[in-house]
């Protein structure tokens, strides 16, 4: 009698390691051989991102550990990375890489000079900084490259200006331009926001005070969606970016010792948020349901408005989409959900399997996942076949989240690494956050 083999369930570590090297291809083939500098996005002539840069150079120490890069190539390209940033100007003048220690958003990939006059932008400079730390974390032995591996990632953290970039009101603007000054927005409501301020607190040089974090806070909105209640925040990556970096389980601030949870259970309810939204599917879009949600900042297939299946759509191109109250156009992005695997791994690999083995938006080339898709942009709208739009390129600040939570659902490499993070500490410290294993923590310099 002829048996048939029994296969894993989908989420094995096999399973899991080839998803983190395809997704660690971005980095290895989109970054400057001298630079460092990584592509934002594979498109023609587009620049460098500071924010996957500091993925770059996060993802290199998982890379190492899981046998996708030897330790000295990932030590040559940190100290490449480190190096540019050091040596890059600071100033005034519209093409300087950055000024007060803070870095434009966009930098040119050749020239490593500031692209398209966009802003300094101090999200994108913290994500920038994280990674920096990261590395200062792992290569920790007593050689002359790791050393200055150490020293140069401080001294460049140390460097930004955060009371500078400090609005009247304590919460942290957006960012400046040379041309007018400071942007109109601050960092206002929860988001992303959360490491960049906890970077912040934690600074050597320029810390912020306490009051900081809690005129941030004060601008928080819990709401109950689903019969859930939760910190909300409408795109998903806002929940996930700052727990590429810090373990929030089982540490509070006041707001969440006063909710009786913390920002990890926060970031489970927004995940199921999400699901639940999508079973709902209050819109009508195309395929939203228990196995098909990931709702976040994505590319899309407008700017446009079409009459599909009798209903008119207006559709959005790159955009902050978001769950349940913020832009919906039937965008779905896969490594939003992928992201979320450590917080609610129950709904998050069913639904991986379903993106992979369903809808086939895994492809062995070039790098893994695609980056979003639009089953409602077609005609009709009836079909249960996937035949609507993807999109044509990958993103750095996609691929970096799924390698590195992946990462700590697997082994909480990361979150491991930052408690010895003496800058992580200190500011976490700073904003009030007490408990669990911040108690027993005596972080390294």
Same mark, same amino acid.
Request: hydrophobic share 40%.
């Given at each position: 009698?002829?048996?048939?083999?029994? %296969?894993?369930?989908?989420?094995?570590?096999?399973?899991?390691?080839?998803?983190?090297?395809? @997704?660690?291809?971005?980095?290895?083939?989109?970054?400057?051989?001298?630079?460092?500098?990584?592509?934002?996005?594979?498109?023609?002539?587009?620049?460098?991102?500071?924010?996957?840069?500091?993925?770059?150079?996060?993802?290199?120490?998982?890379?190492?550990?899981?046998?996708? #890069?030897?330790?000295?190539?990932?030590?040559?390209?940190?100290?490449?990375?480190?190096?540019?940033?050091?040596?890059?100007?600071?100033?005034?003048?519209?093409?300087?890489?950055?000024?007060?220690?803070?870095?434009?958003?966009?930098?040119?990939?050749?020239?490593?000079?500031?692209?398209?006059?966009?802003?300094?932008? *101090?999200?994108?400079?913290?994500?920038?900084?994280?990674?920096?730390?990261?590395?200062?974390?792992?290569?920790?032995?007593?050689?002359?490259?790791?050393?200055?591996?150490?020293?140069?990632?401080?001294?460049?953290?140390? %460097?930004?200006?955060?009371?500078? @970039? +400090?609005?009247?009101?304590?919460?942290?603007?957006?960012?400046? /331009?040379?041309?007018?000054?400071?942007?109109?927005?601050?960092?206002?409501?929860?988001?992303?926001?959360?490491?960049?301020?906890?970077? &912040?607190?934690?600074?050597? *040089?320029?810390?912020?005070?306490?009051?900081?974090?809690?005129?941030?806070?004060?601008?928080?909105?819990?709401?109950?969606?689903?019969?859930?209640?939760?910190?909300?925040? =409408?795109?998903?990556?806002?929940?996930?970016?700052?727990?590429?970096?810090?373990?929030?389980?089982?540490?509070?601030?006041?707001?969440?010792?006063?909710?009786?949870?913390?920002?990890?259970?926060?970031?489970?309810?927004? *995940?199921?948020?999400? +699901?639940?939204?999508?079973?709902?599917?209050?819109?009508?879009?195309?395929?939203?349901?228990?196995?098909?949600?990931?709702?976040?900042?994505?590319?899309?297939?407008?700017?446009?408005?079409?009459?599909? =299946?009798?209903?008119?759509?207006?559709?959005?191109?790159?955009?902050?989409?978001?769950?349940?109250?913020?832009?919906?156009? =039937?965008?779905?992005?896969?490594?939003?959900?992928?992201?979320?695997?450590?917080?609610?791994?129950?709904?998050?690999?069913?639904?991986?399997?379903?993106?992979?083995? *369903?809808?086939?938006?895994?492809?062995?080339?070039?790098?893994?996942?695609?980056?979003?898709?639009?089953?409602?942009?077609?005609?009709?709208?009836?079909?249960?076949?996937?035949?609507?739009?993807?999109?044509?390129?990958?993103?750095?600040?996609?691929?970096?989240?799924?390698?590195?939570?992946?990462?700590?659902?697997?082994?909480?490499? #990361?979150?491991?690494?930052?408690?010895?993070? /003496?800058?992580?500490?200190? =500011?976490?410290?700073?904003?009030?956050?007490?408990?669990?294993?911040?108690?027993?923590?005596?972080? &390294?310099?």
């Amino acid at each position: 009698m002829r048996r048939t083999p029994i %296969r894993a369930p989908f989420g094995s570590d096999s399973q899991l390691q080839q998803l983190q090297e395809k @997704a660690y291809s971005y980095f290895q083939h989109e970054a400057h051989p001298q630079t460092g500098l990584v592509l934002d996005k594979t498109a023609q002539d587009w620049p460098a991102s500071i924010a996957v840069t500091g993925l770059a150079l996060a993802a290199y120490p998982v890379a190492v550990e899981r046998g996708l #890069l030897d330790r000295l190539t990932a030590i040559q390209r940190t100290l490449a990375t480190l190096r540019f940033f050091r040596d890059s100007p600071q100033g005034t003048q519209a093409d300087a890489s950055g000024y007060r220690g803070f870095y434009y958003h966009f930098l040119d990939m050749q020239s490593g000079r500031r692209a398209w006059r966009c802003e300094l932008s *101090t999200i994108d400079s913290a994500l920038l900084f994280a990674g920096m730390l990261t590395a200062a974390a792992y290569f920790n032995d007593d050689s002359a490259d790791q050393r200055e591996i150490r020293e140069l990632a401080h001294a460049l953290y140390a %460097r930004a200006d955060w009371s500078w @970039a +400090q609005a009247k009101d304590g919460t942290l603007r957006h960012g400046w /331009r040379p041309e007018h000054g400071f942007l109109k927005g601050r960092w206002q409501g929860y988001d992303e926001g959360l490491l960049m301020y906890v970077l &912040a607190l934690g600074s050597p *040089t320029h810390p912020l005070a306490a009051k900081a974090f809690d005129a941030w806070a004060s601008t928080y909105e819990w709401k109950q969606s689903y019969g859930i209640d939760y910190l909300y925040s =409408g795109p998903l990556f806002t929940h996930q970016l700052s727990h590429l970096w810090i373990d929030f389980r089982g540490i509070q601030d006041a707001f969440m010792r006063g909710k009786g949870i913390d920002y990890f259970e926060n970031s489970r309810r927004a *995940t199921q948020v999400q +699901q639940r939204y999508a079973m709902d599917n209050p819109l009508g879009f195309v395929g939203y349901g228990e196995n098909e949600w990931g709702i976040t900042a994505s590319d899309g297939p407008g700017p446009a408005k079409r009459k599909i =299946g009798g209903v008119q759509r207006r559709f959005y191109d790159y955009v902050g989409r978001g769950a349940p109250y913020a832009i919906d156009d =039937g965008t779905l992005a896969p490594w939003a959900a992928v992201a979320s695997l450590p917080f609610a791994p129950e709904i998050v690999l069913p639904t991986m399997h379903h993106f992979i083995h *369903t809808l086939q938006l895994h492809q062995p080339e070039p790098y893994g996942f695609k980056a979003s898709f639009n089953r409602t942009w077609r005609e009709g709208g009836r079909s249960a076949d996937f035949d609507g739009w993807v999109s044509p390129h990958f993103f750095g600040l996609d691929q970096g989240p799924i390698l590195l939570m992946l990462e700590n659902h697997r082994s909480g490499m #990361l979150w491991q690494l930052m408690r010895s993070c /003496r800058p992580v500490v200190d =500011g976490l410290r700073r904003a009030g956050f007490t408990g669990g294993w911040l108690g027993a923590t005596h972080a &390294a310099v």
